[in-house]
T-cell receptor, first 117, second 116 residues
Framework: AQSVAQPEDQVNVAEGNPLTVKCTYS??????LFWYVQYPNRGLQFLLK??????LVKGSYGFEAEFNKSQTSFHLKKPSALVSDSALYFC???????????????FGKGTHLIIQP | GAVVSQHPSWVICKSGTSVKIECRSL??????MFWYRQFPKQSLMLMAT?????????EQGVEKDKFLINHASLTLSTLTVTSAHPEDSSFYIC????????????FGPGTRLTVT
């Protein structure tokens, strides 16, 4: 079974400061990892993913995430936060060996990111 | 690009009736579509995976006779909640993927179902 943990329900950051949203995962094999953002009354939007290769992946809106296999983590980061980054962020994982056509994702519970002006 | 729509955005139905939710990929062909359920202040839970022209694969604990999924074309999947009960009230979200494996999923805006 696969699982994702987002240990913080809410993260508060001042505008202009760096931000980190934490995510750890558990899979049987190797993971595909994703970050999505959800704005009020909007569908989840894809930010970035790790499949293979460079551990540091860059995504939309200046976000990046670092895959750390030894710590089974995939933390989301941004060097300088904007007020418009305030939203609900989800980390998700899929075990590449889950097979059976079941490509569905397992999501973390989400982290509310609040950027204060 | 990669826009997914859902219809309706919200629906209220009486207990015992059925309701159908549509999920469409507007500008791409979706090899696979997924249905998730999101409870208030909780994460998304995968209900089922569907591939065009084949039967859906349901997650453990999801009643396939209650949540009927049809994936008639590469751009349309439907979820029918049959004989709905108040406990079926939830936020239902679909997503679509262009491929398999590591391809990202594109999510619809969700459908709020309230069963009275």
């Amino acid at each position: 079974a696969q699982s994702v943990a987002q240990p913080e329900d809410q993260v508060n950051v001042a505008e202009g400061n760096p931000l980190t949203v934490k995510c750890t995962y558990s899979v049987s094999g190797n993971p595909y990892l994703f970050w999505y953002v959800q704005y009020p009354n909007r569908g989840l939007q894809f930010l970035l993913k790790y499949i293979t290769g460079d551990n540091l992946v860059k995504g939309s809106y200046g976000f990046e995430a670092e895959f750390n296999k030894s710590q089974t983590s995939f933390h989301l980061k941004k060097p300088s936060a904007l007020v418009s980054d305030s939203a609900l962020y989800f980390c998700a994982v899929r075990d590449i060996w889950s097979g059976g056509g079941a490509d569905g994702l397992t999501f973390g519970k989400g982290t509310h990111l609040i950027i204060q002006p | 690009g990669a826009v997914v729509s859902q219809h309706p955005s919200w629906v209220i139905c009486k207990s015992g009736t059925s309701v159908k939710i549509e999920c469409r990929s507007l500008d791409f062909q979706a090899t696979t579509m997924f249905w998730y359920r999101q409870f208030p202040k909780q994460s998304l839970m995968l209900m089922a995976t569907s591939n065009e022209g084949s039967k859906a694969t349901y997650e453990q604990g999801v009643e396939k006779d209650k949540f009927l999924i049809n994936h008639a074309s590469l751009t349309l999947s439907t979820l029918t909640v049959t004989s709905a009960h108040p406990e079926d009230s939830s936020f239902y979200i679909c997503s679509a993927s262009k491929g398999t494996g590591g391809d990202e999923q594109y999510f619809g805006p969700g459908t709020r179902l309230t069963v009275t």
